[in-house]
């Protein structure tokens, strides 16, 4: 599938944007110029807005069409990422490989990384983070406490938890599955 061909939702940009103002759809109207149910209708994706109606809701939410479209979400995208394609994001060493397993820009982040990577270097994620030992087993220090994972193990992480993790196993292997940063995780209290 060509990404640039996708069909993007921009609706869910502008309820995430619309609710971190805190606005209601009738302020949004009244900003805008355009109808609550027209407003709705895009936010559940049962309308596409122009690139005009677009920008009038941008300006409404203090934001541009541009920063909409770059956070809307791709729609029902089916992509298979087959084991021998080269989607190697580092390319450093034969030994330490990272493996992007959905590509393009998702609600969700999956990497495989292969054999070790700089343990020096330390991670803090906006958002949930887990970890799988697919092969092989890692040392994790997150929060200050020292973790050993082997073959099967999985550690969760909440968003803005600083970790940092080496491979203690030559071949091991990692699965990373995040939600991306792009995202805005929100508290919804009792769920």
Not at 72 to 86: C, K, L
Not at 113 to 124: A, M, V, W
Not at 147 to 166: E, I, N, Y
């Amino acid at each position: 599938m060509d990404e640039h061909k996708e069909t993007l939702r921009v609706g869910s940009a502008v309820r995430r944007r619309r609710r971190q103002l805190e606005l209601t759809l009738a302020v949004v109207a009244e900003r805008s110029g355009l109808s609550v149910p027209f407003l709705s209708q895009i936010e559940n994706e049962r309308a596409r807005p122009s690139m005009r109606s677009l920008q009038r809701v941008a300006d409404a939410l203090c934001t541009t069409d541009v920063e909409l479209l770059a956070a809307a979400d791709p729609a029902r995208t089916v992509e298979v990422v087959r084991a021998h394609d080269d989607t190697d994001l580092d390319h450093s060493t034969p030994e330490a490989r990272v493996r992007e397993l959905a590509r393009g820009h998702h609600q969700l982040h999956a990497l495989e990384f292969i054999g070790d990577h700089d343990e020096g270097r330390e991670f803090q994620h906006r958002n949930d983070e887990l970890m799988y030992v697919i092969e092989g087993a890692v040392e994790m220090e997150a929060e200050g406490r020292a973790h050993r994972l082997g073959r099967g193990d999985s550690l969760f992480l909440t968003g803005g938890v600083r970790h940092r993790w080496r491979a203690t196993v030559p071949d091991t292997r990692v699965l990373v599955v995040a939600v991306g940063d792009h995202i805005e995780a929100v508290d919804d209290g009792g769920r």
